[in-house]
């Protein structure tokens, strides 16, 4: 039994000595790396500053330096002084930020704990220590922050007076790479052609339009423009300065208006002089007119505003605003289609359009943007500018702080003192509103009760003007 109990005993003290062997290798096999790369950095937010964690940082290469930059600025104004940092890198011994002052000069380097509150408009670098005590690797940061209000609408009065002759109807249009605008006396036409809207070339005459042409119901199809006269006839172009005319081949109906291009097809409305009543009808190819059903009841027939686009689930549309009906009675309907033959009155579900005529309207930024406005006096409506963030169901006044046409003017007086003017665009009906290829707004001419204008304003929301 005293054997046994020894051997038991020795038996014992070998296997706690393996165990023990056993425990110190474990803990003496701890895993270092050697690479101490950036991975991410991510702001946490707060309630005073709800954007800061919508900053998405990358590395990036500039210059012979790598840097941690966010290149979607941050929203204006977002405050960067107080901000919790979360950095991660491929192995971390130690990491440390180096912060200048508020002159832009060295400061001092701090040890990043993981519950720092930092400044980052005087951190510009970021040292990071691998596991293995040795590896390291900097890198600059950068923190964009827009320095001017993203949503701002900036508007620059390019010409007081583009043509100074008479003028009482005109039509801008974007056709060729650049916009048109015809100006129409009712004795002549004349063109003015331009890249940009603040250059313009000298006056072209086009004697091949009639002289009473209705030059606010030009429409583009196919790559040519086109233009009822009288009914009967069909004028187009394509190149914007010859004119040919031809005959509708349906006898039986006057062509009233032409409304837009949708899906291939260019679409008028008719009126048929055997009953006297109105229809819609299309053509694929300008020459064979298909007409089928009859306008619906409060749909216009003139001086209504027009708009085919994309939606926002890809599929075309087309808007008809506003208006005179086949009685001359002013209309508020806002009317929406996406085949031409179905229609949408919108003004059942609302009336926030108003009743108006002579407005135009663009898709913008996701957006519908009008522009001027008369009721059946010839006198100017309350808001000319109005838009949608539904595809036409509800109208309602931008926000001016940031959505007013004006062009703001600043002089330095002999003091050194700013003083800021404002030159304000003065309310209208019937001008032209078109939208180019750099996402400018472009604004010409119109008319109120007592002055045609011939004016050129520019504008651009800011944000869409930024490079990508």
Not at 267 to 283: E, G, L, P, Q, V
Not at 367 to 376: C, E, Q, R, S, V
Request: neutral net charge.
């Amino acid at each position: 039994m005293k054997f046994n109990f020894l051997k038991f005993t020795f038996l014992l003290i070998i296997a706690i000595s393996i165990t023990s062997c056993d425990w110190l290798d474990t803990t003496s096999d701890v895993t270092t790396s050697d690479k101490p790369y950036f991975v991410s950095l991510q702001f946490a937010t707060d309630a005073d500053n709800a954007g800061l964690s919508s900053a998405k940082f990358t590395l990036e290469k500039e210059g012979n330096d790598s840097i941690i930059v966010n290149l979607d600025s941050l929203p204006f104004k977002t405050d960067i002084s107080a901000v919790i940092p979360t950095f991660k890198f491929q192995s971390t011994f130690a990491a440390y930020v180096y912060r200048n002052d508020s002159l832009g000069v060295f400061k001092d380097s701090i040890a990043l704990t993981g519950n720092d509150t930092l400044d980052f408009r005087r951190v510009f670098k970021v040292k990071n220590i691998a596991s293995d005590g040795k590896a390291k690797t900097s890198y600059r940061i950068k923190v964009n922050v827009h320095t001017v209000e993203t949503e701002l609408y900036v508007w620059n009065n390019t010409f007081d007076n583009l043509y100074t002759h008479e003028g009482s109807v005109q039509k801008g249009t974007l056709f060729k790479d650049s916009i048109f605008l015809y100006v129409g006396s009712g004795l002549n036409n004349s063109l003015y052609r331009s890249k940009n809207g603040t250059q313009w070339g000298s006056k072209i005459n086009v004697p091949t339009l009639p002289k009473e042409a209705a030059l606010r119901d030009i429409q583009k199809f196919n790559n040519k423009l086109y233009l009822i006269h009288e009914g009967e006839n069909l004028f187009s172009s394509s190149d914007g300065l010859i004119w040919t005319s031809t005959v509708f081949s349906n006898k039986d109906y006057n062509f009233i208006n032409l409304l837009f291009e949708l899906n291939g097809k260019l679409w008028a409305i008719t009126k048929s002089k055997i009953d006297s009543k109105y229809r819609f009808a299309y053509t694929q190819d300008a020459t064979n007119w298909d007409v089928i059903g009859e306008i619906p009841a409060n749909f216009p027939i003139g001086d209504f505003a027009s708009l085919s686009f994309t939606s926002r689930n890809k599929k075309p549309k087309a808007l008809i605003a506003g208006g005179f009906s086949i009685n001359g009675t002013l209309l508020s309907n806002v009317w929406s289609t996406e085949n031409g033959i179905y229609w949408v009155d919108f003004s059942r579900e609302n009336s926030s359009f108003g009743l108006r005529a002579g407005t135009s309207i663009i898709h913008y930024d996701d957006k519908l943007l009008l522009f001027g406005g008369m009721d059946d006096y010839a006198n100017v409506s309350e808001s000319i500018y109005l838009e949608s963030i539904n595809e036409g169901l509800n109208w309602t006044v931008p926000d001016t702080t940031n959505n007013q046409i004006r062009q703001r003017i600043i002089k330095i007086a002999a003091d050194n003192k700013a003083d800021t003017t404002y030159v304000k665009y003065e309310k209208r009906y019937q001008q032209s509103v078109i939208l180019d290829k750099n996402n400018s707004i472009i604004l010409i001419g119109g008319r109120n009760k007592s002055t045609v204008f011939s004016d050129v304003w520019v504008g651009k929301l800011t944000r869409l003007g930024f490079a990508k």
